[in-house]
């Protein structure tokens, strides 16, 4: 597509349900990454995908988070057992390619889903 | 310390003026740097990256670096109310692949 599309655009969850948050990335780009902002803050790094494999998943916050791409295409990323510290924005963002120096393109985000969990 | 520091603002700056933006991060090794502009309640969009020491300039937009420093800034010249928007600087990791962005910094033209 021409750009990276998320969905839901919002998503208020009860505490305690768990939710899945859609990502399908610009075509071609290898790259995918999940990330979370809090109001008032930068993005925070959640994982990482080139293709389908899960390259670094360090910044997932508990277990509650899973993140799979099993065709190296659309990401999901899921919540179990909502929190209320769970409310944030999900962005995710593509990329052709990274790596250190001029490799790296930086990223396209998606325009995120907000997530409000009551 | 955070590995991508910037001042969270506001800042406010006239219009037409120039405003400045600062950048400070940890990793000597870093080689890449970006600039991503966010308006209020839209996603991030990139506006500048720089790889080289010194300054790049695109239209009104200048960065700028300074590896020995670890500071990297960006230049707005001739301010337009449009550039009200959050600035976060942007550095990827040398040792992986994901990238570290500072908590913004919030600007604000005034007519």
């Known amino acids: 597509g021409a750009g990276v599309s998320q969905s839901p655009r919002y998503k208020v969850a009860k505490r305690g349900q768990d939710v899945a948050l859609r990502c399908d990335p610009i075509s071609g780009h290898v790259s995918l990454f999940w990330y979370q902002q809090a109001l008032g803050q930068g993005p925070e790094f959640l994982t990482y995908f080139q293709n389908e494999a899960q390259l670094d998943k360090s910044g997932l916050p508990s277990d509650r988070f899973f993140a799979e791409r099993p065709e190296g295409s659309v990401s999901t990323l899921k919540i179990q057992r909502t929190q209320q510290e769970d409310s944030a924005v999900y962005l995710c963002?593509?990329?052709?390619?990274?790596?250190?120096?001029?490799?790296?393109?930086?990223?396209?985000f998606g325009s995120g889903t907000r997530l409000t969990v009551v | 310390q955070k590995e991508v520091e910037q001042n969270s603002g506001p800042l406010s700056v006239p219009e037409g003026a120039i405003a400045s933006l600062n950048c400070t991060y940890s990793d000597r090794g870093s080689q890449s740097f970006f600039w991503y502009r966010q308006y209020s309640g839209k996603s991030p969009e990139l506006i500048m990256s720089?790889?080289?020491?010194g300054d790049k300039e695109d239209g009104r937009f200048t960065a700028q670096l300074n590896k020995a420093s670890q500071y990297v800034s960006l230049l707005i010249r001739d301010s337009q109310p449009s550039d009200s928007a959050t600035y976060l600087c942007a550095v990827p990791y040398s040792s992986a692949s994901k990238i570290i962005f500072g908590s913004g910094t919030r600007l604000s033209i005034r007519p």
């Open positions: 963002a593509s990329s052709l390619g990274l790596g250190t120096g001029p490799r790296n393109y930086g990223y396209t």
């Open positions: 720089i790889y080289s020491n």
